[in-house]
């Protein structure tokens, strides 16, 4: 293994970037100055960052390094998508503590290089440093969207439908899936994780997906979102902060939300309740967002793949509150839980 100290901050910039090559006319300068240089022509930039901890937001001993600095740069992807905008460029700053070699951080860089290849964004740089703490992982993502077709989250009206894209609570089972299995392994370390058959469940949680695809059908469509966001949180989270900033209140249905036969298998087998992970359980990174009632013919040819998009609800006047109604029909308040739910 090669030490970090043996290469040195530029030396280690220079291995893990010499070989990176834009894929935008945008990008005017890349890596090698003090600052990367957009032209962004008549279109708006949109900027967003996100900081992942050691020992907070991801625990190694489960955690591959390329699958995290996957994930790492597909979180901020999909911010950009949320805002159905186009994300172009990316920023990657590290603190690095003295137990990671060069090719850990290769291996971790691979995985952020691997994302921006899928995603078609140009990583213009960044910065590293030591730490004291562990690894830290800085990424700020850069999008670019003409004025019009942003969308924001305070837009949703009275009358328009609900939609999410693929399913929901996947992830949060993944990651029980994955501690349960790591302190029977502390227990029997000679034993094996009990992982078969639950593989995708591994990958909603290690290996999301930015939801461009989506943003690409919706404009396709010809489907103008009127407030939008992605499901970092979960559900009942992120509804409720449409629903506040667009001052309405709300409508889903228990029997409308999409959820994978795998993750309700799981979830009963853990004594969870599959709907509460669906709800609170967060992670997903898919889109909730609201569309008109008059673009529901548009939507529908986009819900026949059971991984694109789900009407689950309805928004109402702000005096009905945020509800959802059971299979029972019984009304039952929706709460921000959100991720704290995993302590994670």
Not at 133 to 152: H, P, Q, R
Request: hydrophobic share 40%.
């Amino acid at each position: 293994m090669t030490q970090i100290s043996q290469l040195g901050e530029f030396g280690l910039i220079h291995r893990l970037t010499d070989k990176l090559k834009p894929h935008n006319v945008s990008t005017e300068k890349s890596i090698g100055d003090d600052a990367a240089v957009l032209s962004m022509h008549n279109k708006r930039t949109l900027v967003t960052t996100d900081l992942l901890l050691e020992g907070i937001h991801f625990n190694l001993e489960y955690v591959p390094l390329k699958h995290l600095g996957y994930k790492a740069a597909v979180v901020n992807i999909s911010d950009i998508c949320a805002m159905n905008a186009t994300p172009t460029q990316l920023l990657v700053s590290l603190g690095i503590s003295k137990r990671f070699s060069v090719e850990n951080i290769e291996e971790l860089y691979s995985g952020i290089r691997l994302a921006c290849e899928r995603y078609g964004v140009d990583i213009v740089g960044g910065d590293t440093c030591s730490s004291m703490t562990g690894l830290t992982i800085s990424i700020t993502c850069i999008g670019e969207a003409k004025k019009g077709d942003i969308v924001y989250r305070n837009g949703a009206k009275e009358n328009d439908l609900i939609c999410v894209t693929g399913n929901l609570g996947s992830a949060y089972l993944g990651l029980q899936l994955l501690e349960r299995e790591r302190i029977v392994m502390q227990a029997n370390p000679e034993g094996t994780p009990a992982f078969e058959g639950k593989e995708y469940l591994l990958q909603r949680q290690l290996k999301p997906e930015a939801r461009l695809d989506i943003v690409e059908k919706l404009r396709k469509a010809d489907i103008h979102p009127t407030a939008m966001m992605d499901i970092s949180d979960g559900l009942s989270s992120e509804l409720l902060h449409i629903c506040t900033q667009s001052g309405v209140g709300c409508a889903v249905y228990e029997d409308k939300l999409p959820i994978d036969y795998e993750a309700a298998v799981l979830a009963e087998e853990m004594n969870l309740n599959i709907v509460t992970c669906a709800l609170n359980g967060g992670e997903d990174y898919e889109l909730l967002f609201t569309i008109p009632l008059s673009d529901y013919e548009k939507v529908i040819p986009l819900t026949f793949d059971k991984d694109d998009i789900s009407i689950i609800g309805h928004i109402t006047k702000a005096e009905y509150g945020t509800r959802m109604i059971a299979r029972g029909g019984e009304e039952i308040t929706l709460r921000a839980q959100g991720w704290d739910m995993g302590n994670n």
